[in-house]
């Protein structure tokens, strides 16, 4: 089992739908990323988090750190929010806390 | 600022070649990393370096060599390229243990016959 889960692996959306992906986590940790990488490749990141909720434009992320879970919110979704959406951990002692582990991503589209 | 920046974009060896995946980074980051991307696998760590001068060995090294030239540039060495080698090969800079964001390359896409 991963220490990072991701779901849904895959997700249609049509535009304007409310989006949500969700992120589990099995460690304990000091910070949670959210990360975006789009069809050509590149990856940018998008949040990080260690308590409460970020909002950046359409884009918010909570994050439950009793429960272990994450999500992230897309409203009023458009199709050029169609990307892979990465969920990543760094971890707290007595895990290796140099490195972070990632979830397999989330693949997006959202059609027209 | 370029940010960080990888060369080459594209490259095909044969099996036994070698080949050096350059990184550098403009943003006076201590933290370097690079990570291998196979589908369905999520991003996997090769190696990393937490300062100038310093490596370690991440998730999966074998094959793999990496040098820390100076605070700017990390690089990645194939010693004797496999078929299992064939990824799409990030490198990432961040300033952790500073605010933790991490900046990613572009992106090598290696394909070993």
């Known amino acids: 089992k991963n220490e990072v889960e991701q779901s849904p692996q895959n997700l249609t959306a049509q535009e304007g739908e409310f989006i949500t992906i969700n992120c589990s986590y099995s460690?304990?940790?000091?910070?949670l990323h959210w990360l975006q990488q789009h069809p050509g490749g590149g990856i940018v990141s998008l949040f990080m988090l260690s308590s409460g909720k970020k909002k950046h434009g359409r884009l918010i992320a909570t994050i439950n750190i009793q429960e272990k879970h994450s999500s992230l919110h897309i409203t009023a979704s458009h199709p050029r929010d169609s990307a892979v959406y990465i969920c990543a951990v760094r971890p707290k002692p007595p895990f290796n806390t140099d490195k972070l582990i990632f979830g397999t991503g989330t693949r997006l589209q959202v059609f027209p | 600022n370029a940010g960080v920046t990888q060369t080459p974009k594209f490259q095909v060896l044969k099996t036994g070649q070698s080949m050096t995946l350059q990184c550098a980074q403009d943003m006076n980051h201590n933290s370097m990393y690079w990570y291998r991307q196979d589908p369905g696998m999520g991003l996997r760590l090769i190696y990393y370096?937490?300062?100038?001068?310093?490596?370690d060995k991440g998730e999966v090294p074998n094959g793999y060599n990496v040098s820390r030239l100076n605070k700017r540039e990390f690089s990645l060495r194939l010693e004797s390229a496999a078929p299992s080698q064939t990824s799409v090969y990030f490198c990432a800079s961040s300033t952790y243990p500073g605010t933790d964001t991490q900046y990613f390359g572009p992106g090598t896409r290696l394909t070993v016959l």
């Open positions: 460690v304990g940790i000091s910070a």
């Open positions: 370096s937490a300062s100038e001068g310093t490596t």
